[in-house]
T-cell receptor, first 111, second 114 residues
Framework: NAGVTQTPKFQVLKTGQSMTLQCAQD?????MYWYRQDPGMGLRLIYY???????DKGEVPNGYNVSRLNKREFSLRLESAAPSQTSVYFC??????????FGPGTRLTVT | GNSVTQMEGPVTLSEEAFLTINCTYT??????LFWYVQYPGEGLQLLLK?????DKGSNKGFEATYRKETTSFHLEKGSVQVSDSAVYFC?????????????FGKGITLSVRP
C-alpha cells in the first residue's frame, strides 16, 4: 500500500516551458487535491477533484490546469511556467473521515 | 469565510520542555479541527483531530482540545523530544460532503535542541 505517490521529486524549468506533475493514490479515495507550499504562506489549494470526472478551482488556480484521469490519478499541468510558480507542490487524497493523506511533494524551480 | 490563525514562529525549545502552539479559527457552523505535522523533506501527515466541541484529540504525546467558546485548538505536549522538530499546521474543515476543503494556518516551525 504505497499511499499517495508523486513524480517527479525535483524539477527545474525555464520560463515558458510546460510540464505535468503526476499524482496517484491506491486508497480508493474519491477526493483528491493539489496544493502549493511557499515560505510563510502555509498550504494553498490550487485545484481539487471531489470525484472521478469532476474538478474545481481552489484558492490559487491561475496558471494551472488539472486532469482527473481516473479514480487513482490526478495530474497538475503548468502550460507556461513562470518564476512565481517556483514552489513545493503536494498532492493529497481524502478518506470518508475527512483525513487527508499527502504525497512526498515535488520541488519545482522555474528560472 | 473560514480562516485559521497560528501563533508566529519559529519556536525553539530544549528537550523535555513543555510545548504550547496556539491556534484560533473563524468558521460558520461546526467545523472539524486538525493538526498536521511535516517532518523535514516529507509531506504532511495527520497528527490529531477533533470533530466536535470539547473533544480532545491526542497522539504521540500531543493533545489539543476543541474549545468552541474561545474558537481555539491549541496544541500541547508535556515533554518534547528532538524528534518532534518539524513544521506544525492547524487546519479546519467543514464536513459538507464531497466538496469540503481544508483551510490551513501558515504553519509554525518547531526546533528542539538536545
Amino acid at each position: 500500500n504505497a499511499g499517495v505517490t508523486q513524480t517527479p521529486k525535483f524539477q527545474v524549468l525555464k520560463t515558458g516551458q510546460s510540464m505535468t506533475l503526476q499524482c496517484a493514490q491506491d486508497m480508493n479515495h474519491n477526493s483528491m487535491y493539489w496544493y502549493r507550499q511557499d515560505p510563510g504562506m502555509g498550504l494553498r489549494l490550487i485545484y481539487y477533484s471531489a470525484s472521478e470526472g469532476t474538478t474545481d478551482k481552489g484558492e490559487v488556480p491561475n496558471g494551472y490546469n488539472v486532469s482527473r484521469l481516473n479514480k487513482r490519478e490526478f495530474s497538475l499541468r503548468l502550460e507556461s511556467a513562470a518564476p512565481s510558480q517556483t514552489s513545493v507542490y503536494f498532492c493529497a487524497s481524502r478518506d470518508r473521515a475527512y483525513e487527508q493523506y499527502f504525497g512526498p511533494g515535488t520541488r519545482l524551480t522555474v528560472t | 469565510g473560514n480562516s485559521v490563525t497560528q501563533m508566529e514562529g519559529p519556536v525553539t525549545l530544549s528537550e523535555e520542555a513543555f510545548l504550547t502552539i496556539n491556534c484560533t479559527y473563524t468558521a460558520t457552523g461546526y467545523p472539524s479541527l486538525f493538526w498536521y505535522v511535516q517532518y523535514p523533506g516529507e509531506g504532511l501527515q495527520l497528527l490529531l483531530k477533533a470533530t466536535k466541541a470539547d473533544d480532545k484529540g491526542s497522539n504521540k504525546g500531543f493533545e489539543a482540545t476543541y474549545r468552541k467558546e474561545t474558537t481555539s485548538f491549541h496544541l500541547e505536549k508535556g515533554s518534547v523530544q528532538v524528534s518532534d522538530s518539524a513544521v506544525y499546521f492547524c487546519a479546519l474543515e467543514r464536513p459538507t460532503g464531497a466538496n469540503s476543503k481544508l483551510t490551513f494556518g501558515k504553519g509554525i516551525t518547531l526546533s528542539v535542541r538536545p
